[in-house]
């Protein structure tokens, strides 16, 4: 695995992974960064959405569920108030769209997910208390 990151200048850097992309990383100006790019903590928030995204995603297509918009926020994250200042908290919010969206199939997703397959949340879960809710939308109801 070749990972690394590379000191541009101030607070900036950039990252690249053996996918061959880059992410830009900067600090807010309180600790000299110039707030060009996104934080790394942030990235840890953002990398904890893409895994169990990639996760349900995967697992609805194999339940052959249909939808036409998925989204994934947080809602809520608290952390420590000391260095390291890790999470401890962090409360996450599942909303698909679609016309006839199984409910027990969609919480079944999100749990195997949070259960079982996202990587990150099993690394965030052991100084985090990771939790989630869900919410359907019916297309058609929104569209009226």
Known sequence: MSVKIKWVDGMKFVGNGD???????DAGPEVGGEDTATRPMELCLISLLGCTGMDVVAILR???V???DFEISILEYERAPKHPKVYTKIRLLFKITGDNIDEKLFAKAIKLSHDK???ISAMLSKTAEV???YKIENKKLKEE
């Open 66 to 68: 249909e939808w036409d």
């Open 117 to 119: 397959y996202c990587s």
């Open 19 to 25: 996918s061959g992309h880059s992410v830009v990383m």
């Open 62 to 64: 194999k339940m052959e």
């Open 131 to 133: 939790s989630y809710e």
